[in-house]
């Protein structure tokens, strides 16, 4: 018989089912973690151009984006295991198909579908993060496991490919499903929301002291905004690499190791959000990704680049914490959560697309970035507006 979580404990736990929440974020996520190499691999196997690789990456992220709002409009009864397990279906059946694949059009519409099953899969286990007893902390060793996986992907990807092509590859992101397909049983059939359950913990979204839905969708907004300027530069981050002198293994290797450092930067946000409060760090963060941007948009040197993405994904490990805190805190109903791989869906689809028009208008790398740097400035804007908000009228939210 299914296990029923029922509205006297409206708030689950279970460290098992938590890690099958995990793993089924990570396995949803996983073609987004590789995007740079898998996108080198469709260019060097297929010769797509960089516009044909940012559009592939674009309408993946597009399905994402899709199959995360179709996980919001079809879990009235917050039936998250039904939806995860159907999301995971549709996208291993996408990647076996990719294998069958060559032409463009062909290749966008099965990634396409692949994205859908991914978001279906990715939001509902994110929204059933939110709901656990200890969210913020399940989220902080969410995006610790997150960037070990990148890491790994990362350093596995080169091999997989010059052995198996990218058959291999593709064959291999499908198995990532394997681990939360087996752990899912551990998942209760149904979760109430806490709003369902009378649970009143977190800030009252109808306060008629301010709007914190309004508040809860600029968060949301910012989401979007940073997560365009993010991923424009790292869907081409390896193109970029090459094109400053770095050999194929020294891309990947840079994006390795730059990535298993960036734990440091999950464990700096917790660390920093107790003495400083989320809000400030965060805002912190977004400046210094501004700052490197801008540094490349002078020009883009070896050494530049290296440092550049040790900053990079520094600062993306901690904004990845910081953007789950802040919104988990400000809806423990798990709503507007539930949104955040739509936010990140959008942006991750625009910033592959709008990076690849500009540079098929002939821009080069560091004039793209500079294009890029206006989103990170109205992430930046979003977030001060929040925070500025919050400090008027609920200033222990602010401090928080």
Known sequence: MPTVI???????????AIAACICACVAAYGVYLGLPLILGALADTFHFNNRQIGWIGAVENLGLLLGSLAASRLAPSAQFRQLMLTGMAIAVAADGLTLLIGSFGSFCLVRFVAGLGGGLCYSSAIACLSLTRQAARNFTVFVVILVLANSLELWLIPGIVSRWGVAGLYSALALLYLPPALLMRKLPAIIKRADEAGDTRGVDLNSPAISFKTLALLCLVGIVLFNIAASAFYAFSERIGIAVGLAEIAVARVLTFANLLSLTGSLLAYWLSRSWGQHRPQLAAILVMIGVYLMWSGGITTGGYTIGVVVFFEVWSMASVYQLATLTGLDRAGSY??????AQGIGQSAGP???????????QFPQMLLCITVFACGCFATYLYVFVSLRETHPELANG
Request: aromatic share 8%.
């Open 353 to 363: 697309f709008l990076a690849g028009l500009l540079l098929g208008r002939q821009l």
């Open 337 to 342: 959560v539930a949104l955040v791989p739509a």
């Open 6 to 16: 029922a509205n006297s404990d409206a708030v689950w736990d279970g460290p098992v």
